[in-house]
């Protein structure tokens, strides 16, 4: 079956950075896309940034020019490389992808973000 399994997560200041990275099994990998989301407390999940098997990207505007998403098909791997992290960031993030109709989605990882 379809899983995917985030890492990468923690605590970390204002300003720093953090690579979140998510490793799928049981899709071919390199012919889905894959998406980041994430849900802060008492919000509801929202959309991060995604990659299409092209490699083409979209971001969320509150993140643009901070996050970049990327991809190793090799590795059956999707990162989200996380730069001049702000406390609003702080949020479960989630790893997704749409594969025969269906949604799937990693368990989460808490990012925090202190100020």
């Known amino acids: 079956q379809v899983q995917l399994v985030e890492s990468g997560g923690g605590l970390v200041q204002a300003g720093g950075s953090l690579r979140l990275s998510c490793t799928a099994s049981?899709?071919?990998?390199?012919?889905?896309?894959m998406g980041w989301y994430r849900q802060a407390p008492g919000k509801q999940r929202g959309l991060v940034a995604t990659?299409?098997?092209?490699?083409?990207?979209n971001y969320a505007d509150s993140v643009k020019g901070r996050f970049t998403i990327s991809r190793d098909n090799a590795e059956n791997t999707v990162y989200l490389q996380m730069n001049s992290l702000k406390p609003e960031d702080t949020a479960v993030y989630y790893c997704?992808?749409?594969?025969?109709?269906?949604?799937?989605w990693g368990k989460g990882i808490l990012v925090t973000v202190s100020s």
């Open positions: 049981g899709i071919i990998f390199g012919f889905n896309a």
């Open positions: 990659i299409t098997s092209g490699r083409i990207t």
């Open positions: 997704n992808t749409f594969v025969d109709g269906m949604y799937y």
